[in-house]
């Protein structure tokens, strides 16, 4: 019943809270106490789960779904942590912005916006975690007309980083007619929560150059693709950026030809090395192949400074439960090359290992044993969205060597698509496979417009198709197709030599909603276009009178034609419009 506690509830509330009476975490913490974030998926009754969090002082964040978002004190963390009845206690994500070296081309975009595709009537939302800068864009780079919203516990749109406003102004020299969504997150928490607005908001496409390392098994499910599922199933379409650690990972088998347990990236070697300088934040995460939630093998992870020193290691114990992944992240104290070695922690079979060896920011340097062969990130490993991949500049058009390719772990090929880093000015300043993806929403924008009725599977599929063969990479390809709009088959009408001087000539009435008017310009003016003789105002349809027949033929706007059906006109065509 509602507002009832069944007899195994309050006894899994009791030893919660029995449990946060032991580490002393059941009053809640004073004014100025250290609190830390968490993350948790509720599996127990949503009734309990409320009790439990407040017995430990929790301040909830974010909701959305299961999920939540709280800071708690840090005594609570243990009794979270053992309260896997009520609370599942997740590890926070590890994402990187995918930005890198700049690069900058065309994609073939200029003939169908010369022609009147703008993008117009798709929603496309650029989620980030910051857009640092973008009132100062308004009205140049980017449009007035945006949609801003952040999901931060911290409330911050810009917060201290431009990389998002970056995206954006890619989507928008390249589809100015799109209305953009600024939508920023920080936790895998608040992007479900974002992920729920969008849906509400009937977002379309979403630009998403953000890379989680081992949020999942690297199949396409995991907590990051589980939300990205979600938005997929309400018919949005994703354009998300595959990575740029393709020089910074490595896969193989564990292997331990002298039996001491340490594993050999290669006979005789027990360690990988990696540049960077003073003050990089630096990230090693190892995956290996094991049930994920309940993994039983259990390996371990050391980094070690330029001098030899161990700074630290991930030890975590893996008997059959948790995820099967290690992960180190510290600051660098000074430059030179830091190591890192795997260390078999059990005596488990020898699994499949995938170590991603990495430093924020991207400096460029690779590993010194690299294997770019499946070095996605999630959600670029999703069954649903297109992942993109960078594109070099060179007269060859090949996918760049830093650029994270598949295969997935269940054999899928990856990314669909490769783009340009850059375009325009904003190549010299933005870069990476975060600069590929916005091109390739962009895209989708104006394929939406061109294409009425395209699904998200079409979206991909029109891009596969139209997209230009490329040249194998190095090191393995990723089967990847080069982004290329420069054929206008099947698009349907463009705006005709002349256009600009074309008008209506009639009376438009503010609240009407038809209006007889009479078509001035040059022949062949896609009905599609009407708005720009409106002042922007939509039509939903209209009826032009065939001169010949002295019949009347129909049009619909956004919605595909069959064959033989009215779509643009001639100077002197009587039409009447339907107004929005």
Not at 9 to 20: D, I, N, W
Not at 53 to 62: I, K, N, P, Q, R
Not at 255 to 284: K, M, S
Not at 440 to 455: D, Y
């Amino acid at each position: 019943m509602p507002g009832h506690f069944s007899r195994r509830g309050m006894v899994l509330v009791a030893v919660s809270m029995c449990l946060a009476v032991a580490w002393g975490a059941s009053i809640p913490a004073a004014a100025g106490a250290a609190t830390v974030r968490v993350e948790l998926t509720r599996t127990g009754e949503p009734e309990l789960v409320a009790r439990l969090l407040d017995s430990l002082g929790a301040v909830v964040e974010v909701e959305s779904g299961d999920l939540i978002q709280a800071r708690v004190p840090s005594g609570a963390v243990p009794v979270l942590r053992r309260a896997d009845r009520l609370v599942r206690y997740e590890s926070p994500g590890v994402y990187l912005p995918l930005q890198t070296l700049s690069t900058a081309a065309l994609v073939g975009a200029d003939v169908w916006l010369a022609g009147g595709l703008t993008g117009r009537g798709t929603k496309i939302a650029i989620l980030d975690t910051g857009f640092a800068g973008y009132p100062d864009a308004l009205g140049s780079t980017l449009p007035w007309n945006i949609t801003i919203r952040s999901f931060r516990a911290d409330g911050r749109l810009q917060a201290d980083s431009d990389h998002g406003r970056r995206a954006a102004e890619i989507v928008h020299s390249l589809a100015p007619g799109a209305q953009l969504y600024l939508v920023s997150f920080s936790t895998v928490t608040e992007l479900s929560a974002a992920v729920d607005y969008l849906i509400a908001q009937e977002a379309h496409v979403v630009s998403y150059s953000i890379g989680y390392i081992h949020d999942g098994p690297g199949d396409g499910t995991g907590r990051v693709n589980e939300i990205v599922s979600r938005a997929s199933s309400n018919g949005i379409a994703w354009a998300v950026a595959s990575g740029n650690w393709a020089q910074q990972h490595w896969a193989g088998t564990f292997r331990d030809d002298n039996r001491d347990a340490i594993h050999e990236f290669r006979p005789g070697v027990q360690e990988v090395t990696h540049a960077f300088a003073a003050g990089d934040l630096i990230t090693a995460s190892l995956r290996w192949s094991d049930t994920w939630g309940a993994a039983c093998g259990d390996y371990d992870l050391e980094l070690f400074s330029p001098d030899g020193a161990l700074v630290r290691a991930a030890r975590g114990v893996q008997e059959c439960s948790g995820n099967p992944v290690e992960v180190v992240q510290i600051l660098a104290i000074s430059s030179g090359n830091y190591a890192t070695r795997v260390i078999r922690g059990n005596g488990a079979s020898a699994r499949n290992l995938d170590l991603i060896f990495v430093g924020t920011p991207d400096r460029g340097a690779g590993i010194s044993i690299p294997v770019p062969g499946g070095s996605l990130g999630a959600p670029a490993d999703h069954p649903n969205v297109v992942s993109v991949g960078a594109l070099t500049n060179a007269l060859v058009r090949s996918e760049v060597p830093f650029s994270s390719r598949g295969p997935t772990t269940d054999g899928r090929a990856k990314p669909e698509i490769v783009a340009p880093t850059g375009i325009g000015a904003l190549g010299a300043t933005f870069a990476g496979t975060s600069a590929a993806a916005p091109h390739v929403a962009a895209a989708m924008a104006l394929l939406r417009e061109a294409i009425p009725g395209l699904s998200p599977n079409g979206l991909a599929n029109e891009l596969r198709t139209r997209g230009a063969a490329l040249p194998a990479v190095q090191n393995g390809s990723s089967e990847a197709r080069r982004l290329d709009l420069t054929s206008t088959a099947g698009i349907g009408p463009l705006l005709p030599p002349g256009a600009d001087s074309a008008l209506l000539v009639g009376t438009l009435a503010p609240d009407a909603r038809t209006a007889n008017v009479t078509y001035r310009g040059s022949a062949g003016y896609p009905l599609r276009f009407l708005y720009r003789l409106m002042g922007d105002r939509d039509i939903s349809g209209a009826w032009v009178l065939d001169r010949v027949t002295g019949r009347w033929r129909g049009f619909v706007a956004r919605a595909a034609l069959p064959d033989g059906a009215v779509d643009r006109v001639s100077d002197g065509d009587t039409l009447i419009l339907i107004l929005r």
